[in-house]
């Protein structure tokens, strides 16, 4: 299991400031919902690869955190071949059943589309790690405070984010716990067996976040969270000549997207 969690390195998108990085992203993530052509879609994803290696980060971690989406991924591209309306047709596979909205048919059309949420999905879940891998949970917290969100809100995201590592860690040590006991076998077997076997993780690691919670719960009462006073923090952060550039070219990434949207282009 991937540890998606802050990796310290030295590296030009670990300088770049936080609040650049959350445009950034939105920033891909909107272009990406533009195109619809899997060729638009899948420069976009080269970009991000490029970002990842820039960042110094293992590409092999993009692998390790697609496969777990890959069942979705299946599903998405299948239905979509089926069901997306098309004028180029490849393959019939039955008659017309208007029931389910099924012309008999699979489309060039439908493939591509199909191909195209695939690589998006691909996209948004290499967006998202990328963001947190490069970024301190405290710089994120103050940019998202610095946009305005509420304290209360940008501490919750935050410690939710800092927490899925944990939570995966302690997934792992349960897991190889029941694994010396003989209690399931997560790795041989059918889909059902190893199933049922994943289940058995789910109450001692429910238990163990109820744990956290409370032990936070009991930091945050003593520490005065929430006190209506005028809160200041210990870290700032300031926009330099590279945050610049970047919030430019997310700017103009945006608005060559549109244009070429309006254009009918990077469309099935």
């Known amino acids: 299991m991937a540890d998606v969690g802050y990796i310290n390195q030295d ?32 420069a976009i994803l080269f970009l991000v690869l490029g970002a990842w290696k820039l960042a110094k980060l293992p590409l092999n971690m993009v692998g390790d955190i697609f496969k777990y989406f890959t069942g979705i991924a299946v599903i998405i591209f299948v239905l979509q071949a089926f ?25 060039l059309q439908g493939v591509m589309y199909g191909l195209a949420l695939v690589l998006r999905l691909v996209v948004i879940m290499t967006v998202a790690p990328l963001l947190v891998m490069t970024t301190p949970m405290s710089d994120l917290m103050l940019a998202l405070v610095k946009f305005k969100v509420p304290y209360r809100f940008a501490f919750i995201l935050t410690t939710a984010m800092s927490l899925f590592p944990s939570i995966q860690n302690r997934a792992e040590l349960i897991q190889q716990a029941q694994l010396c006991r003989g209690v399931g076998d997560f790795e ?41 006073i005028q809160r200041t923090f210990l870290l700032e952060s300031h926009f330099r000549q590279a945050d610049y550039i970047f919030l430019a070219g997310s700017c103009l990434s945006l608005v060559g997207a549109v244009i070429l949207r309006i254009m009918h282009l990077g469309v099935v």
């Open 11 to 42: 590296s030009f998108l670990h300088r770049l400031d936080a609040r650049t990085k959350l445009i950034l992203m939105l920033a891909i993530l909107v272009v990406v919902l533009v195109f619809t052509d899997p060729i638009y879609v899948i």
């Open 188 to 228: 041989s077997g059918n889909f059902f067996v190893r199933l049922r076997a994943s289940a058995s993780i789910l109450t001692p690691l429910i238990l163990g976040a109820f744990r956290d919670s409370q032990i936070l719960d009991v930091a945050m009462s003593s520490r005065a969270f929430g006190a209506p």
């Open 83 to 107: 069901f997306y309306p098309g004028e180029t047709n490849l393959l019939q596979i039955s008659n017309p059943i208007p029931a389910i909205g099924f012309s008999g048919y699979i489309t």
